[in-house]
């Protein structure tokens, strides 16, 4: 008896492991904690916008950290069906049905401090690409568009993240010598 | 259903004592986290967990005005396919064909027998593999790709031309491979099936700190095959119809990919030897051996990149070969006949891809390609050494073939998009042709997606047509006209319709003493409807009906073409999650043979089980094909045994596979 139960439990927790967690819940979980991991310039908005553009999934599963706290700021999440008010997105999540757009978003958020982020996307278009490999979600930076944007990871990011592309060689970059 | 009662309650409390035990044994139980969960989480632990079943239904990769059909990774494993032939018949509408020397492709009124798996194309990595002699797509074990290599097939259906230009008339198969990351790791692979077939594969995948990616892989097939028995034989005189020792098959394959940013090179390489034990052609003498070698290779080498000023280039070069070897005995005074059959070609393919404007995406590109060396040769030897040079035959071609392509995706309003192209192939030694395609899609909610499309495409002959045919040589076409809805009743399930019509025209018409000439036309039309589900708990199905009704150019019911296909898949976990069952069913219709006798439909069952998850790198799975041993035969592609009243193959009965894999 006592082995059928041990079996049986054994069982029960190996299926209880195999749930979990489904792709859209973690690539929401992802984008709340990059609102909380990269530095975005002093802003004077009473609220921080997390924008999610071609894919719902996301949107909704976004939609549970509406409300939640970011250093201050007061997270609002915004499910956009098209690109015109992203000026005012402080993270932009573009979903694979909107990646066709990234051209487009790239040259009209310029230097605006938004961190686009998207699904199986090249990395040269935006500033974190999320890929799912091996039943992980992988994420990759690219140093130059958070430059740009001037954003700055903490460096728990880039440790954690499967990829960074480093800013372009000989471009101009803060002196360290101190003056 | 004991099991799955006991695990809904364990969520209770009454069996909390066994959840401790849980614990301790698993070392940690993860129980089902929701956002909310999930934002407590700390950021170096999230990434760690894992993820389930992506989104649930697979999407479609490519940009296509038809209704795709998906078979991933996850399947080929589930399901235990072997060949990219085994992949084919599970998909939607179509089936295969196997006269033991190849297996051929059949679906929407094409694959009429003698018709080599051509009139479709089968891209690996946007590389188009068929050879330039026979427009042939090895979709066998004289394939240039092992199935653990690929991470997903997609079917097409409908033409391409627009596209691909010359020979995509039917639909495209697009395999797309896996990368070294998806491995990360040596790999070891052994397998055993029955007639005593064994493969041995080393992969070896790796993804490096600077995104640089590697892929190699080299592995080696043997069969011994089977003594068959061929009632259309049964004479004294020809060993009672029996084809003792002579089925056996080998290939060896080679595989590598690099990529790093948008640049990536690959090359493949099979050489496939088979025994042919059947009679495939007039003079063929029967229980002799017949051996075929079939040698495929390719390079390809693409770019892509972002030029700026939204403009993105893809750029790619590459060389193919082919070569056919085969040695027979024929019932002649030079019984000994070989044939020698080379092509060599490369080609340069440039792209561009526009988004200038808010609403538009511009597709344009030119494509140069050098068939510099076609060559086929049939030659008779007598016993004693000597040719016969009067029925021997050496046929020299080349062709060089420069297009033009330019296709636009105008969304013009939130909800609708149209998708206006087309394609011109100027052959050096071919009229100029345009092939175009329009197709209009509107999609009502995000859930639902319609496409109605309308296209041209068309065919060049081939060197083996060239030289076939001689003057009479000339392009086929066809004018394909398609509806396709696509509806997601949530994120787990999707219903897919199509309906479809087909006419071709310009086929090979015989009117006597060998001569033919380009006057026919044939029709062809269908409905087909699919039912796809990933449901979270890992249980996975799909199920399929096509209704297709074709004629020849005599204006008669095509032959091998079934008027009814269905498919059923089902796969999901065994209790305790480690192993996984997926169960295969196919109905073939029944079909007319060459001689127009009437085959009846046959139901054919897969069983596999295969391993989840690995366990200390290794992982395993076990096939059961035609699993209730049923007697079927399929219409022989050849001229069988003409006055016997016997023109069909039998096919096997059950068989069996094992496959272990090994991670280092």
Redesign the interface.
Known sequence: MRALLLLLGFWISLAANAQGVSEHDMKAAYLYNFAHLFEWPESRRANFHICILGDEEVGAAMQGYDEKRVNGQRMVIARLSTTTPIRLCDILYVGAAAVGNLPKIRSMLGGQPTLTVADRAPLQSVAVALALENQHLMFDVNLEHCERASLKPKLIVLGLARLVRKAAEGEPKGSAVPR | MT?RV??HR?VSGALLR??V???A??G?????????D??A?P??Q??????????ALV?QISNSPSAVAIVTADDIRAYGYRTLADVISSMRGLYTTNDRRYQYMGGRGFGAPGDYTGRIMVLIDGYQTQDPLFNQAYIDESGLIDLALVERVEYVPGTGSVIYGNNAMLGIINIVTRKG??F?TLQLSSEAGSHDTYRQRATFGKRF???ADVLLSASSLQSQGQNLHFPAYDTPANNHGWANGIDDERNRRVFGKFSYE?FTVEAAHVERRKTVPTKPMKLAVFNTPFVIDDENSYLNVSYET?LGL?L?STSRLYFGRYAYDSQRTIDDAASNAQRKHRAEWWGLDQKFVG?WF?HH?IMFGMEYRNDYNQYLSRSYWYPDGRIDAASSVKDAYSRNTTSFYLADEYRFH?RWRLNVGARYDKASDLEGNWSPRVALIYQPG?RTTLKASYSEAFRMPNADDRSFYLSGTAPEYVVAKEFAIQHDLD?RMRMTGTLYEYRRSKQQVYISDGHYVPTGSSLARGLELEFEARW?N?VRARSSGAWQHSTDIAGLDAVNSPNVLGKFQVSA?L????VRVGIEAQYLGSRLTDERRRLGGVALANLTFSSERKWNGLSASFSIRNLFDRDYEVVSPFTWAPGTGIDALRMDGRTYWFQINYDL
Request: aromatic residues 6%; charged residues 25%; neutral net charge.
């Open positions: 099991l006991h695990r364990s066994l959840g035990l849980a614990a044994l698993a940690r139980v993860a129980l089902a986290a929701g956002p909310a999930l934002s989480v950021f170096d999230l990434v760690q967990r894992e993820v389930v079943s992506a989104s999407r990351s998806d990360n700190d600077n995104g948008g972002d939204h993105y988004k808010a995406s939130e995000f994120r979270d890992g976990p209790p305790g999650k480690g």
